[in-house]
């Protein structure tokens, strides 16, 4: 006779050890489920920081290189996945010309910094740069906010009509009076590339032997390099992007002006270059060096310069207005064909 009673008994035990078994492997999944959504967010946390990071290097570059900000440079950034926080320093003393970027991208409780030393600045993203020191009585003008002055030698401005709101930077002491700031002394020399003659008379769209007059506008030309081999007396109103490159010395005797914000003009000579007073306005980019450092710009009477103005040497007969051009970013010089890009 069957015992329907212990029948029913072991159905129950079976069943509820099953239960349990299927409760303790449900839990253990789950146990194992939350620990890996854990462990893939705590990873995907991580990888975020150091996009950030990364992200935070470029974006440094960026503003140096693409929007003429100066060093040192901060900034911090809030951005859907986290934040970062960027400082950008100038590195001349380990390689000249180069800036040391440190990028620290925070995502939650996950913090990643990257360090890296990239391109840095030429002397063109100033807006008056002098291989020497800079000793004036005359005032030196650079207030429309970017660019701002710097030497490999020291800063002596005795004219309290000083207005360098954009800020000095010199490889020894400031000394100014009327408004300069901020003001950087001690920073690292920056590098002055050497001016290749040779390979701009090879890319030379024109040509032209002997002291030359290069008015512009120049029939047939859109832009490009111009050589002289001799003097170069430059004016005129100038549509496109040129180079005019002279083996002698450069004398602007007239106003050179843009037609528009993306024409651009670059002045270089190993010599002199010179701008009289009847030029007015300069719109261009002057730059004067050569291996003996004996290049030189010297700026007579009460004329603007809008770009930038480089040398080996600077003099001024009188107060010097020298606003940098803001358009002339990276891509810019790289259109001038400029030396050391």
Known sequence: MVNRGHNRGAAYVLALTTLLVGITL??????????????ENTRLKKQAA??????????????????????????????????????????????????????????????????????GLLPYHYALCVKSSIIEADAIINSNGTGGVRTNGLIWLTNYGNTLSSGAWAADNISAVGTVNPKHPNSPKIAFPEIDESYYYSVASKKYIGDTNVS???????????????????????????????????????????????????????????????????????YSHNSLNTGNIQIYGYPTVYGSASADAFSTEHTAVINHNSGLNIEAMRQLDLPGL
Not at 260 to 272: G, K, Q
């Open 216 to 286: 512009f506008p120049i029939s047939g030309l859109s832009g490009g390099v111009i050589y002289v081999a001799g003097k170069a007396y430059v004016s005129g109103t100038y549509t496109g992007v040129y180079t005019v490159v002279a083996s002698g010395d450069i004398v602007v005797n007239g106003s050179l002006s843009a037609a528009n914000s993306s024409s651009f003009m670059a002045l270089l000579s190993p010599d002199e270059i010179i701008v009289y007073n009847n030029s007015g306005y300069v719109a261009a980019l002057l």
């Open 26 to 39: 449900a839990l253990a999944m789950l146990r194992s489920s939350s620990g890996c959504y854990i462990a």
């Open 50 to 119: 150091v996009d950030l990071a990364e992200a935070g290097v470029d974006y440094a570059y960026w503003q140096i290189h693409y929007q003429c900000r100066k060093l040192p440079h901060t900034a911090d950034l809030t951005l859907t996945s986290g934040t970062v926080h960027i400082a950008a320093t100038d590195d001349g003393d380990r390689e000249t010309s180069t800036m040391l970027v440190t990028s620290t991208g925070t995502c939650g409780k996950h913090s990643h910094t990257i360090k890296r030393v990239v391109a």
